[in-house]
């Protein structure tokens, strides 16, 4: 009988046998290099050069004069700052809690309950950023439904898209996107067995204490997989912002994808624009190591 690997004493295939063998594989190699690597590599280059959008021909290399700019910029380090706020608030805080509450309730509610409640959420993920934010500039702007309400409750009204504006774009996001995280955590309470939390039930744990010291240790490391991911996610939100503020009023809900297009495409400072994207890129990286060093501290503390 033959075997995929050659011994002490036997020759290894030939190299044109071992190109043939790879053959199969050479039109994905490719398709992943003209469409992935070459234009991140374009990107990655225009991010060190002068190019605009102006009709010019060519483009000047300027070495780190676009990351110089940024970096010196008061408006780059604001929309550095609400991408962070953004990010907390709308994904790490709100998706991540409502959607673990939103797991741990259906899993104790009834059959109905649970299919009434995952319609609704999931209804909203589907629905595409546009349409989320036309939606909410609706619902919160100057003469919105949530303005009548409080008007018919005698509050007085005010234009949330322009008093508070990145908190408005915060609650229109975690309403979209809690979906995901309740449906990765709900997957994962499922394979928590019903035995050891009984078990700590009969040992005298409370609700909080099972919760906390039974259920979620279990389930951590869905919990890093759902923040890494709704992290990524939430950090390159631009259809809901651009929707409902454009970045307003005054630049209070520019995050970087906003502020890289603005750049990019309303200025014409396309070099400029996608040194922006290679920060965003890099944030983005900064916190996905940030959960997996957590993570694999997690799993040896255990």
């Known amino acids: 009988m033959s075997t995929a690997t050659a011994g002490p004493g036997q020759r290894r295939a030939p190299a044109p046998a071992a190109l043939l063998r790879g053959m199969p594989l050479a039109p994905a190699v490719v398709l992943l290099v003209v469409f992935l690597a070459g234009p991140v590599a374009y990107c990655i280059w225009s991010a060190f050069t002068d ?27 604001l929309a550095v700052l609400l991408t962070v706020v953004f990010t907390l608030v709308s994904a790490i805080i709100g ?17 109905v309950v649970r299919t009434v409640v995952s319609a609704i959420v999931i209804g909203a993920w589907v ?51 809690t979906a995901f995280s309740m449906l990765v955590y709900a997957a994962a309470l499922s394979e928590v067995p019903r035995e050891i939390e009984e078990a700590a ?34 950090l390159s939100i631009f259809g809901l912002i651009w929707t409902m503020t454009r970045g307003g009023p005054n630049n209070q809900s520019t995050t970087l994808p906003i502020f890289a297009y603005q ?5 014409s400072q396309l070099g400029y624009g996608t040194a922006l994207a290679l920060v965003l890129l890099l944030i983005g990286g900064i916190f996905s190591l940030v959960y997996l060093r957590a993570l694999r501290l997690g799993e040896a503390i255990s």
């Open 51 to 77: 190019m605009a959008l102006t009709g010019a021909s060519g483009a000047d290399f300027v070495g780190l004069d676009n990351f110089r700019q940024a970096f010196g910029s008061a408006d780059f380090h």
């Open 95 to 111: 998706q991540n809690v409502l959607g673990m509450t939103l797991a741990l309730l259906m899993r104790a509610g009834h059959r």
């Open 127 to 177: 629905l595409p950023e546009v349409v989320a934010g036309y939606l909410w500039y609706a619902f919160l702007g100057q003469e919105g439904s949530f303005n009548a309400i409080l008007g018919w409750l005698h509050v007085p009204e005010q234009n949330w898209l322009f008093s508070t504006p990145i908190l408005a774009v915060s609650i229109a996001n975690i309403w979209r996107g």
């Open 201 to 234: 039930t009969v040992d005298g744990a409370g609700t909080w204490r099972r919760l906390f010291l039974v259920t979620l240790p279990m389930v951590r490391r869905s919990i890093a997989t759902n923040l890494m991911l709704i992290t990524l996610q939430t």
């Open 263 to 267: 750049q990019a495409f309303q200025f």
